[in-house]
């Protein structure tokens, strides 16, 4: 089995009847919302959940899976959500779908969180995948110049047919080339000063629990802190 459906579906063992539960965004994600669908459906899994985007929403809608808004809850039970790095440390980047700013509302606001990915995701340090910054459209030039003074290596991210890729809140993203990531914490004070950016996908210090699929099993990696 593909080792991103076979983590989505183990990751699905952690839901509970009665759970608030925040779905991820992804194509990891999407396997973990196909496969709590169907316990719903067929072993009467009972749980309400919260989307990370209009994508996991329109699936979610599809299989029936009772929705909330992060607004009218008190607080999300557990998030399962993927990842695009996962560094040694447990420090994350996410947001290759674009999905960061409703990923890390919902993860912000979830007493627990599982990210599910495969072994090609965790590395030592993060940076090699470029780190995401979702960012105004007004003043995005600006923005873009400031990235390139830093030697940030910024770019627009783009659709298949050139036009400016825009997010489900209807900003854009420049992804940062930036290789190697060494002090992630001072990176994300930085980024989280800058005027316009509305959020960046580093992900620090928040994951719980990571499953990761290799092609013998699903190891179980617990995050003390
Ligand atoms: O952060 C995300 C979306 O914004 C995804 O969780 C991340 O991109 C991983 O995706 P995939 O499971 O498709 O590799």
Known sequence: MELKKAVGIKAADYIENGMVV???????AYYFVEEVGRRMKEEGLDIVGVTTSIRTKEQAERLQIPLKSVDEVEYIDMTIDGADEISDDFHGIKGGGAAHLYEK?????????????????????LGAFPLPIEVVKYGSQQLFKRFEEKGYQPSFRKNEDDTLYLTDEQNYIIDLHLGQIDYPIELEKELDKMTGVVEHGLFLNCVDTVLIGTSEEVIVKEVSR
């Open 105 to 125: 509302i919902v993860a912000n606001n979830s007493k627990k969180i599982i990210w599910i990915v495969d072994e090609s995701k965790m590395v030592q340090k």
């Open 22 to 28: 925040g779905l991820g965004t992804g194509s990891t």
